[in-house]
């Protein structure tokens, strides 16, 4: 009797199978593309993170040269109508002292910028903060945009050494004032150009390590500018010589980053991010195979849920997906996250640079108290870094804020004189310790909690809003005493109360598009 049924699939001609195999092809997202044929953190992505973070140490050339060049020198008394015990030259006769070093020692000597005048010195650092919250909010909208990450760093990094340079040849303190708020613009869209470069080709269970490590370039960066200020006295000089970097950087070493395959992907740049992803599975010792192509998350979550293979299609181009940060606040899901990152951002900032700039209200050794300071942050990285994927984002957040406030209410309990200025300067390293694991960590956190499209523009809001801090922190010093500590202390506790209502990023997915993070946290429950 003649069989009826049709004939097993795996009975099948070869040659025919063969064909339909080749008809089909996997469509994966970067991070899985990375995972399961390119490779996280290889030799690729070594280099290139290396070479992008150098720029953080720029950021903390340009951002704290201000220590140095706006500091209120030693003075010493000529004759009568001095007093030599005294902390400051107010009611001093005319003649009767001068600046140690001369003039060219600081802007503060330069145009008497002491006594009634003092709080220039706290402006020009405020207008400086001022301009790097437009600039990060401008750059931020561009990197994701016409620019590109690779773009926007290098106009950043271009104006930076311009303005710097320009800065050295100011005349009077109205000119410098501008200088340093055009700088101030620039700066502000480096950091956060060069950690979504550096860290966006990185695997999904690296990446928490890989953004943590950036910011042991910015205090390598502010270690190094404490000595370069102790070889260049003149503050003129010194801006020059803190400038110089910024050149050598974009001669030597922008021509060899390439641009995040993450933003070709938004920008509907197939082509160009399959070629990318490919050397970087070639430059890891591992092979990308043809019949693998890339797709946004949102389109690999419906072939996901339809249980569908995709047919093979060819890498071709497509059209752009953009979002802006009003497609962040219609977003139910999005909205409360952008609030909570720009107001922790903001308190966390205020300690961070506050507790910098208030060295000089230390009575120590200036040059001896930066580098200490910059020292104390780098275990903070990688304690930080260690226990991060342990422990996850939010406790870390809450905890390293916490420690730091801590420790500055108790600087604020102490008096600036005998032993109790050294315990007062060590409350503060132990301070900026734990800040500085809270400050780098927020980078990476809020990088997590928006996608591609629109993960610069909700970046640079949160730096826009630490600039804001920033703006602060500088009028806070310039008051002195014990009321700085007392601040830093109250923003350190209030920071960590509002890390609480954050959702935890820890092995998560980094989204592309806002339909994506949508698609995929329906599911999660404690947003």
């Known amino acids: 009797m003649a069989l009826t049924s049709s004939p097993d699939p795996e009975l099948r001609s070869p040659l025919l199978q063969s064909s339909l195999k080749q008809s089909e092809a996997e ?5 899985d593309m990375l995972q399961k044929h390119c490779g996280e953190f290889g030799w690729w992505q070594m280099r290139h993170f290396v070479l992008t973070s150098l720029a953080w140490a720029l950021e903390a050339f340009h951002t704290m040269v201000m220590i140095f060049a706006d500091c209120e020198p030693d003075f010493r008394c000529l004759g009568p109508g001095c007093d030599a015990t005294a902390k400051n030259v107010c009611g001093f006769e005319p003649g009767s002292w001068e600046w140690v070093g001369g003039l060219e020692r600081s802007t503060v000597a330069q145009w008497g910028l002491v006594c009634g005048n003092k709080f220039k010195v706290g402006l ?3 207008v400086f903060f001022g301009g790097c919250m437009i600039g990060a909010g401008i750059f931020g909208h561009l990197s994701d945009s016409i620019l590109g990450r690779k773009g926007s760093l290098t106009v950043v990094c271009t104006f930076n050494a311009l303005f710097g340079c320009i800065t050295a040849l100011a005349p009077d303190y109205r000119t410098y004032l501008l200088l340093r ?12 150009c060069a950690f979504v470069l550096a860290t966006e080709p990185v695997g999904p269970t690296k990446r ?5 490590s950036t910011f042991y370039f910015f205090s390598t960066g502010i270690a190094i500018l404490s000595g370069i200020a102790y070889v260049f006295r003149s503050w003129r000089q010194l801006y020059i010589a803190s400038s110089i970097p910024s050149i050598l950087f974009l001669i030597l070493v922008l021509p060899f980053i390439s641009e995040s395959p993450r933003w070709y992907l938004v920008r509907g740049k197939i082509n160009e991010a399959m070629k990318l992803m490919r050397v970087i599975a070639k430059s890891n010792g591992n092979h990308l195979p043809d019949g693998v ?5 949102e389109e690999a979550n419906s072939i996901s849920s339809n249980d569908q293979n995709c047919k093979e299609e060819p890498a071709t181009n497509k059209e752009a997906i953009t979002g802006s940060l009003i497609d962040v606040i219609r977003s139910p899901l999005t909205r409360i996250r952008l609030f909570l990152a720009v107001a922790i951002n903001l308190l966390c900032s205020v300690v961070y640079y506050g507790i910098s700039l208030n060295v000089v209200n230390l009575d120590t050794n200036l040059y001896l108290n930066v580098l200490l300071n910059a020292v104390a942050e780098m275990p ?3 304690i930080t870094a260690l226990l991060l994927n342990k422990f996850g984002r939010r406790p870390l957040a809450i905890g390293t804020q916490w420690f730091s406030g801590l420790f500055c209410l108790m600087g604020s309990l102490m008096e600036n004189t005998g032993i109790w200025k050294i315990m007062r300067m060590i409350c503060g390293i132990f301070g900026i310790f734990g800040m500085a694991g809270t400050y780098n960590l927020l980078f990476i956190y809020t990088a997590e909690l928006f996608p591609t499209v629109v993960r610069n523009a909700a970046l640079g809001s949160a730096t826009q809003s630490a600039q804001m801090g920033a703006i602060l922190a500088p009028l806070v ?3 002195g005493g014990a009321f700085p500590f007392a601040v830093f202390a109250v923003c350190g506790i209030m920071g960590g109360l509002l890390a609480f209502y954050l959702p935890e990023t820890l092995n998560r997915p980094l989204y592309d598009t806002m339909r994506g993070m949508e698609d995929g946290e329906s599911g999660w429950r404690g947003i």
């Open 208 to 212: 928490g390590t890989a953004g943590m």
């Open 380 to 382: 903070a990285f990688t």
């Open 181 to 192: 708020l055009l700088t101030g613009f620039s700066t502000g869209g480096v950091g956060l």
């Open 477 to 479: 010093v310039v008051l």
């Open 293 to 297: 192509i890339l797709a946004l998350d």
């Open 124 to 126: 020009v650092q405020a």
């Open 27 to 31: 469509k994966l997202t970067i991070d």
